[in-house]
């Protein structure tokens, strides 16, 4: 153990797409934990797309970070000291409000066990975590997939993106991924499993070439994207198709409002639906999830990539390379 | 009975703004009723707005209605000639296949009889027909009002709007209402007794008027028009706010690709969700729909208007002044 604690606190705002200088690593001494509390030292970090709108002036479901705050995420970490009952040293947990530091003394009634027998415990923050139980609910209560429909993926080779597209396959749908290179393309169609995926970066009409592989329309699109992905994805929409907004990551780092083209008309004739989701929603169902997950992923048939960035010391680069698609599956920062 | 039956044909698809050489009066000869069929006579023609979308040369729910044909649309006749069991001469029933005409010989199998006793029967054609049934389903099924909420509907002074706003009156909602003149917003204000309206072409800020209004966001938006007013509406969604799109007349004559600004991103803080619909989806629930807008039309709680154009030589001119909001409540032809 360390006597100090490296950890990166937010020096301004975003303007646009985050810089590394928009965050500041600072050494600050090892807090004691208090009674109830466990003393965490980290392994695996998370960065996820969602901590863009945490940047963000402005209240949304959760606040936004403050300057000077160490920054918002996740991480599995190894319990070092425990003043909490059923946690003892060498314990391994996810806490999902850890930070972007190298220990956190935390209250240990936050914490998820993980158990390492079961699976490599960074599996905890994609597969098996956030990233993994949002694609489950995502796909199968918002977008209610139905065996034998096609279902679209946008960020389909991220961890949410690539778990859904997976989930919707092992349902008997047909699945439909869009990723923004070949080998994420080859990834997904290959090891995956995708009946089909496409390069919206170099396929030109993006209505064109989602219609040519889905050529009775789409019952069920996970959007992890919005753009123009999304309007072509919403054109080719089926009778009665679902639309789950998850995320919309084509605009988190627009400085100026995103316009296109007003397609609410194609929701009339098709009957079709669009509604955004948070996980936080499911809570309750998280057992239900992640047994369905880890069942899935012990069998063979839902497979996991990472992409690991080693040393806390990076996490800002990380960040700033998953935004801009820089990972094949869950982004992740190798800490300990 | 004349005997020459003056008809309205599709000249030519508009282009933008429908004008009145689109279409072609002429003359035909009465057509004879066939075993099983009716001839009538057309009272009452209605005008809709989705009628431009029939006059498209592109498939939707419905194929388009060729060049030289009757246009489509619905009348309420009464019974010329009956060769079909169960009608008799003088009857009055509702067609909604009539076509812009005098007289149709008509399959009896499709027509809804009209009970003249218990209200004008223009009213099968506005707020004891489609129109209402689309209000009802729309605002109780789509938008699952629930009472103390706030309900917003646009399009709120036509036939549809009227009846939607009054409904989430009558289920202890506060009723918004968005119109096109201060004369309109005074009626539903007054005579219908919405909780608030707004004039969307004089209030300015649409998003700034509509929160005045609604001060703890939108829990139902009833769309009949699209645009800048729904893009203010989606801004203001409270949580678990639901859209539903019935029509988007601002778009309807556009002659380019509108565009604005992307705010699906807006659903997922909200867990929100926009959803399409027809009415035909709800043909089974129709009788439920009908006694319960008579219901409430004869105990004075449900109100209604209507705009009536005289003489069947008017029709697409009524068509047109329906489309740019000249109407206040449901846009009728007397034929008759």
């Not at 863009?52 to 479901?61: P, Q, T």
């Not at 705050?69 to 996810?94: I, N, P, Q, T």
């Not at 960040?319 to 869950?330: A, C, E, L, P, Q």
């Amino acid at each position: 153990v360390s006597d100090s604690n490296r950890r990166w606190l937010v020096r301004r705002r975003p303007e646009g797409w985050p810089e590394v200088d928009d965050f500041e690593l600072v050494e600050a001494p090892i807090e004691a934990p208090g009674e109830g509390q466990v003393l965490l030292r980290n392994l695996y970090l998370s960065v996820d797309p969602y901590m863009r709108g945490r940047l963000r002036d402005r209240d949304s479901y959760a606040p936004p970070v403050g300057i000077g705050d160490v920054m918002v995420g996740s991480a599995v970490a190894e319990v070092v000291e425990s003043r909490a009952a059923g946690l003892a040293a060498g314990d391994v947990v996810e806490s999902p409000t850890f930070g972007w530091q190298e220990y956190a003394a935390v209250d240990a009634a936050g914490l998820r066990r993980v158990d390492p027998e079961l699976a490599p415990v960074s599996t905890a923050l994609g597969v098996l975590g956030m990233p993994g139980l949002t694609a489950y609910f995502g796909m199968l209560d918002v977008c209610e997939l139905r065996p034998g429909t096609t279902a679209v993926v946008s960020g389909a080779a991220g961890a949410v993106g690539s778990t859904a597209g997976q989930i919707a396959r092992i349902h008997g749908c047909r699945a439909v991924g869009v990723a923004g290179s070949d080998e994420k393309v080859d990834w997904l169609t290959g090891e995956l499993g995708f009946d089909a995926a496409i390069n919206y970066k170099t396929a030109g009409s993006l209505t064109r070439a989602l219609a040519a592989v889905c050529p009775v329309g789409i019952d069920a699109y996970f959007d992890n994207v919005g753009g123009p992905i999304t309007d072509a994805a919403i054109r080719l929409l089926a009778l009665r198709g679902r639309v789950a907004i998850c995320g919309q990551i084509s605009i988190y780092n627009a400085t100026e409002a995103q316009t296109g083209p007003r397609l609410l008309w194609e929701l009339v004739a098709r009957r079709a639906r669009i509604e955004g989701f948070l996980i936080f929603d499911y809570r309750d169902r998280y057992r239900e999830g992640l047994e369905k997950l880890g069942g899935w992923v012990r069998s063979g048939e839902l497979r996991y990539r990472e992409t690991v960035v080693d040393g806390i010391e990076r996490t800002p680069e990380a960040f700033i390379s998953m935004m801009r698609g820089g990972n094949i599956g869950k982004m992740l920062v190798k800490v300990g």
